[in-house]
């Protein structure tokens, strides 16, 4: 038993070294990273201005720093605003608006919303890779070391909460914990509607292991 709490706890604290790695690699891709068309929507959005009408000639930088810095929307302007402009869930950009309320409208300001779900992602990843019998600390590098989850993870966009919701459903399906599981699945759909694949990917297996003795 005291070797088996000593490998336990060695696996945490190594589990936290490389979660403290990640505090460090996702922040700095975040303020590396230029911006991106997406992003300039969101802060748009969320500050209560959808598609400002460009004029045909020049524009100053100054002008769009302006209208980004207004707001924040209310959460029904940004659902209105979303039916009659795009085809985006709400549920990110009402955390997006409230999280600028607290840290302002800066795209890097915005940015450290995707980071912090990034982090919570990686823990569930260990989570997850220790519940199936894998190491934990191996699945956070192997994750931490791709692109598309460091890409995900500090863009002004959906990604990084759909991806923390879908990860917490499979850890509580893992759990035996069905009906939380699909309270999280279905708020990841609400951040992003390409969370549903992942979704539909987990009732099918959660149903083959009640159909497999």
């Not at 490389?18 to 505090?23: D, E, G, P, Q």
């Not at 985006?88 to 940015?111: D, E, T």
């Amino acid at each position: 038993q005291g070797l088996g709490e000593a490998l336990v706890n060695g696996t945490a604290l190594r589990c936290a070294l490389v979660l403290m790695l990640a505090a460090i690699v996702l922040p700095g891709a975040a303020w590396l990273r230029g911006a991106e068309y997406d992003e300039q929507y969101t802060l748009f959005l969320t500050a209560g201005v959808v598609r400002p009408a460009w004029p045909e000639s020049p524009f100053p930088a100054g002008q769009v720093a302006a209208l980004q810095a207004g707001g924040p929307a209310s959460l029904a302007d940004i659902a209105r605003d979303l039916r009659a402009t795009d085809v985006h869930p709400p549920l990110y950009f009402w955390a997006a608006a409230a999280w600028r309320m607290v840290f302002g409208p800066s795209l890097f300001a915005i940015r450290m919303l995707s980071v912090l779900f990034g982090l919570v992602s990686l823990g569930l990843t260990g989570a997850i890779a220790r519940r199936c019998g894998l190491r934990p600390v191996a699945a956070i590098l192997l994750t931490l070391g791709c692109y598309g989850f460091v890409y995900t993870n500090v863009i002004a966009r959906g990604f990084a909460p759909a991806e923390t919701l879908t990860l917490g459903g499979v850890t509580l399906l893992l759990g035996r914990r069905p009906l939380l599981a699909g309270l999280s699945l279905g708020a990841a759909c609400c951040c992003n509607y390409l969370a549903v694949f992942v979704a539909a990917a987990v009732i099918v297996v959660a149903g083959a292991w009640l159909a497999v003795p």
